[in-house]
């Protein structure tokens, strides 16, 4: 069955620090993944696509098919990216988006 | 474009009555989700709509919600009777197909007493 696992329900960094957010999925099709960014009692908004293969706010995400995974990077993080993050799984034959159930991360002066 | 338009931005009332929150969907988007998000339970689909039919209502939690799509930009999501237990912050999404990327509006944040 399909699946979105982020382990890390809270992450930590200083700024400055590099940062990862971690997500693996599972999924027998094709998939096609996404993150969406939360601020603080905002809508979520979608930070970037693995099909656009483009830098959103300083941030990227691979898509691994061999370790079926999608993780969020950020070589310097900043107070401005405190916030939760969701990663999303879609594909031909789901029907819809599946969520993780976010990471919350926080990014101290 | 104005985006996913939600109302009411806030809503409190007491346990027991009727709540009504609204959702106006991204012109030409064809496709319409409803979620809760809570401390607890995180984000949570209850119900999506692809065409004005609902698809899958299964994370609907109790026959005292219900959902409809009168036309093709509009929903509502309705709880009656509602409890304390419901309080939460509810979200409408559109898409234009039921794989695409997701609109979110800014969400209904519900205190019910």
């Known amino acids: 069955a399909q699946r979105v696992t982020q382990p890390e329900k809270l992450l930590s960094v200083f700024k400055g620090a590099p940062v990862e957010l971690k997500c693996n999925y599972s999924?027998?099709?094709?998939?096609?993944l996404f993150w969406y960014v939360q601020y603080s009692r905002q809508r979520l908004q979608l930070l970037l696509r693995?099909?656009s293969r483009e830098s959103i706010k300083g941030f990227t995400a691979d898509l691994n098919k061999g370790e079926t995974s999608f993780h969020l990077k950020k070589p310097f993080a900043q107070e401005e990216d405190s916030a939760m993050y969701y990663c999303a799984l879609s594909g031909s034959t789901l029907g819809r988006l599946y969520f993780g159930r976010g990471t919350q991360l926080t990014v101290w002066p | 474009d104005a985006g996913v338009i939600q109302s009411p931005r806030h809503e409190v009332t007491e346990m027991g009555q009727e709540v009504t929150l609204r959702c106006k969907l991204i012109?030409?988007?064809?496709?319409l989700f409803w979620y809760r998000q809570t401390m607890m339970r995180g984000l949570e689909l209850l119900i999506y709509f692809n065409n004005n039919v609902p698809i899958d209502d299964s994370g609907m939690p109790e026959d005292r919600f219900s959902a409809k799509m009168p036309n093709a930009s509009f929903s509502t999501l309705k709880i009656q009777p509602s409890e304390p237990r419901d309080s939460a912050v509810y979200f409408c999404?559109?898409?234009?197909?039921?794989?695409?990327?997701?609109?979110f509006g800014d969400g209904t944040r519900l205190s019910i007493l």
């Open positions: 999924y027998s099709g094709s998939p096609e």
């Open positions: 999404a559109s898409s234009l197909g039921q794989n695409q990327p997701q609109h």
């Open positions: 693995h099909i």
């Open positions: 012109s030409g988007h064809n496709s």
